[in-house]
């Protein structure tokens, strides 16, 4: 969460950035490296539904776009956020969010690595923990992983005020029950979502194999910084 939030505010990219949680504990740990926090209901189905209530607060009423970035994506990187951010602004779609090529085999395999497949003009078509496209002839090649057609989904999300309340107003669906992904809820609904592609990155932390390995590279990083090595 602290390196989510010292990365996006590094981007300078956004008037007024918060933590949205219903936790006491991320409150407390969020307070002490300085990130301003909005305390939300405990009840919420997804983090757009907390984004939502926080958006709805008067102090929040002149924001047009509202911008979601998860804790899970420690790796956050400014053009993803540009990429999900041009979607609305001039792409001409209500939620706009970002993807990466998937990379790998194990990646597309990956039931914890959502991936996306979007149409020619850039609307996402189907979001699923599956191993979408499906290739016929046999696996993808390292080729495709690395192209713009095998892409995984990343954890960024911008929102027209109005199609964000739109959005959490819907009823969850069966395919949002079924593949646990909040953004099929306004997809199945007929909602457009952008989908910018960015160049290949870290994946978010979504198991704890990810939390390892987000750790190491995290360390990695922090004594690179310091000029030492390990």
């Not at 956050?76 to 979607?87: K, P, W």
């Not at 495709?144 to 199609?163: E, N, Q, T, V």
């Not at 990083?221 to 000029?227: D, K, Y």
Request: charge should be negative; hydrophobic fraction near 45%.
């Amino acid at each position: 969460m602290e390196w989510v939030w010292h990365a996006a505010v590094g981007m300078d990219l956004f008037d007024r950035l918060v933590i949205a949680t219903d936790s006491a504990e991320v409150e407390a740990a969020a307070r002490a490296f300085g990130a301003e926090v909005e305390m939300t209901a405990a009840e919420h189905p997804s983090g757009t539904d907390r984004a939502a209530e926080v958006a709805r607060r008067a102090e929040y009423a002149g924001y047009p776009v509202v911008v979601n970035v998860q804790g899970d994506e420690p790796f956050v990187r400014r053009e993803q956020v540009e990429a999900a951010l041009a979607c609305v602004r001039g792409g001409g779609w209500e939620i706009g969010t970002a993807a990466t090529p998937v990379g790998t085999l194990d990646a597309w395999r990956d039931p914890s690595v959502v991936k996306v497949v979007r149409a020619d003009d850039g609307s996402a078509l189907c979001f699923s923990r599956a191993p979408v496209p499906h290739r016929r002839d046999g696996d993808p090649s390292p080729e495709d992983l690395s192209g713009g057609l095998f892409l995984r989904h990343l954890g960024i999300y911008a929102y027209r005020r109005d199609a964000l309340f739109r959005w959490v107003a819907l009823p969850e669906g069966a395919l949002e029950r079924t593949e646990r992904l909040e953004q099929l809820r306004p997809l199945a609904a007929g909602m457009r979502i952008g989908v910018g592609i960015t160049e290949a990155s870290e994946g978010g932390v979504d198991t704890p194999a990810d939390a390892a390995r987000a750790e190491l590279r995290l360390r990695q990083e922090i004594l690179h910084a310091a000029g030492t090595t390990e």
